[in-house]
């Protein structure tokens, strides 16, 4: 199979309509998604507060550059963001203190009437229209280059909601879970999905991480390119998935799958040996770096492994994974550096904080 041979790039669409930053943001949080959010804050403000309550679209649009300033500008509490000493003179040049909360207090991004009975369908519906215009513009405005990272992103909160994870391992233990998938060179985000618990439309027979990647993948299969993986998603039957549709595979495999030989499953090994077993459109890489430790990677784009010339003798399988595995780890260290995020009780919000996060990054 002839691998991806191009760069990443935006795509012709995006590159005729960016002349400026604020152009290339709006790729992405659309004036078309901003004023169906416009429409639903005021209806929310006018049933709850004031009958002639209103909002220009470009007041909508400097509430989001403030936000932005605010993550810019990092102060320990909303007050400090308007105060002489410590704010940003430019968050106190485009809005007063009292509207921005006044906004922030009505910020809806659906019709509240119709929400009840969206919900039993749609555990997202409280933001799935504004989430979907946004993931679409993401995938319509680049074109990613061969190597695409796929891993999961926690986007720190603690909301009441039914979604909401603990995640031991990661710094902040609760948050949101969201599948991402990223351009490796780039870091851009191509796809991304939240995760919402179990999904009814899903096969029983079919695996949570294997119906993520072919999702994630869909718009990107059959021209060549090759998704990098950890030992949650790897699998075989995923490598011939993804081999049906033109699409490579390389990943981590926990070592208690089914396919993997029971040859391979001794602990004791001497440091640096490497075992290679082949199956049809697929290779398995057994690698021990340290005589107690054992690295399990398959590869549908490697046909021959060799070893390196040196004392680790490094497979270079072992190698390739090393270099295409941290894609979405460095996005979400990038987003995390001016990220928007504040505290909110509201999860929609907290959707909507990492929504420009991640527009910002790939603008």
Same mark, same amino acid.
């Given at each position: 199979?002839?691998?991806?041979?191009?760069?990443?790039?935006?795509?012709?669409?995006?590159?005729?309509?960016?002349?400026?930053?604020?152009?290339?943001?709006?790729?992405? /949080?659309?004036?078309?998604?901003?004023?169906?959010i416009q429409e639903w804050t005021i209806?929310?403000?006018?049933?709850?507060?004031?009958?002639d309550w209103f909002m220009i679209l !470009?007041?909508?649009?400097?509430?989001?550059?403030?936000?932005?300033?605010?993550?810019?500008?990092?102060?320990?509490?909303?007050?400090?963001?308007?105060?002489?000493?410590?704010?940003?003179? @430019?968050?106190?040049?485009?809005?007063?203190? +009292?509207?921005?909360?006044?906004?922030?207090?009505?910020?809806?991004?659906?019709?509240?009437?119709?929400?009840?009975?969206?919900?039993?369908?749609?555990?997202?519906?409280?933001?799935?229209?504004?989430?979907?215009?946004?993931? &679409?513009?993401?995938?319509?405005?680049?074109?990613?280059?061969? !190597?695409?990272?796929?891993?999961?992103?926690?986007?720190?909160?603690?909301?009441?909601?039914?979604?909401?994870?603990? /995640?031991?391992?990661?710094?902040?233990?609760?948050?949101?879970?969201?599948?991402?998938?990223?351009?490796?060179?780039?870091?851009?985000?191509?796809?991304?999905?939240?995760?919402?618990?179990?999904?009814?439309?899903?096969?029983s027979e079919e695996r949570l991480s294997?119906?993520?990647?072919?999702?994630?993948?869909?718009?990107?299969?059959?021209?060549?390119? =090759?998704?990098?993986?950890? +030992?949650?998603?790897?699998?075989?039957? @995923?490598?011939?998935?993804?081999?049906?549709?033109?699409?490579?595979?390389?990943?981590?495999?926990?070592?208690?799958?089914?396919?993997?030989?029971?040859?391979?499953?001794?602990?004791?090994?001497?440091?640096?040996?490497?075992?290679?077993?082949?199956?049809?459109?697929? &290779?398995?890489?057994?690698?021990?770096?340290?005589?107690?430790? $054992?690295?399990? /990677?398959?590869?549908?784009? !490697?046909?021959?492994?060799?070893?390196?010339?040196? /004392?680790?003798?490094?497979?270079? $399988?072992?190698?390739?994974?090393?270099?295409?595995?941290?894609?979405?780890?460095?996005?979400?260290?990038?987003?995390?550096?001016?990220?928007?995020?504040?505290? =909110?009780?509201?999860?929609?919000?907290?959707?909507?904080? +990492?929504?420009?996060?991640?527009?910002?990054?790939?603008?």
């Amino acid at each position: 199979m002839e691998p991806y041979a191009a760069d990443g790039e935006p795509t012709a669409k995006a590159r005729r309509r960016i002349r400026s930053r604020l152009q290339s943001f709006l790729c992405f /949080i659309t004036v078309g998604m901003l004023r169906p959010i416009q429409e639903w804050t005021i209806q929310h403000a006018r049933q709850t507060e004031q009958t002639d309550w209103f909002m220009i679209l !470009h007041e909508l649009m400097a509430f989001i550059s403030v936000i932005i300033l605010r993550g810019v500008t990092k102060v320990p509490s909303l007050r400090d963001s308007w105060s002489a000493c410590l704010g940003n003179p @430019l968050i106190t040049g485009i809005m007063s203190r +009292n509207r921005f909360q006044d906004i922030m207090r009505h910020l809806r991004f659906d019709d509240m009437f119709t929400r009840s009975e969206r919900v039993q369908t749609d555990k997202f519906a409280a933001i799935s229209d504004v989430w979907g215009s946004f993931v &679409t513009n993401c995938i319509t405005c680049y074109n990613p280059g061969r !190597h695409i990272t796929i891993d999961e992103q926690l986007f720190p909160s603690k909301t009441r909601c039914c979604f909401l994870q603990y /995640i031991a391992t990661k710094p902040d233990k609760f948050g949101i879970k969201f599948w991402v998938a990223c351009d490796l060179k780039t870091k851009y985000i191509c796809n991304v999905l939240p995760y919402l618990g179990k999904d009814p439309s899903r096969p029983s027979e079919e695996r949570l991480s294997e119906s993520v990647v072919m999702k994630l993948m869909e718009p990107f299969m059959d021209k060549g390119r =090759t998704v990098t993986t950890d +030992n949650f998603f790897t699998s075989l039957t @995923l490598a011939r998935r993804l081999l049906s549709r033109k699409t490579t595979i390389l990943g981590t495999v926990n070592k208690i799958r089914r396919e993997i030989p029971q040859s391979t499953r001794k602990m004791d090994r001497k440091e640096f040996t490497t075992q290679v077993f082949s199956t049809t459109g697929a &290779t398995l890489t057994v690698y021990a770096p340290k005589r107690k430790k $054992t690295v399990y /990677i398959l590869s549908s784009m !490697h046909s021959v492994v060799e070893t390196e010339e040196t /004392i680790k003798r490094k497979p270079n $399988t072992i190698t390739q994974y090393n270099t295409t595995k941290c894609g979405v780890d460095v996005m979400d260290q990038m987003v995390r550096e001016y990220s928007v995020r504040t505290g =909110t009780r509201r999860w929609p919000v907290a959707v909507f904080y +990492n929504m420009i996060d991640m527009a910002a990054l790939n603008a």
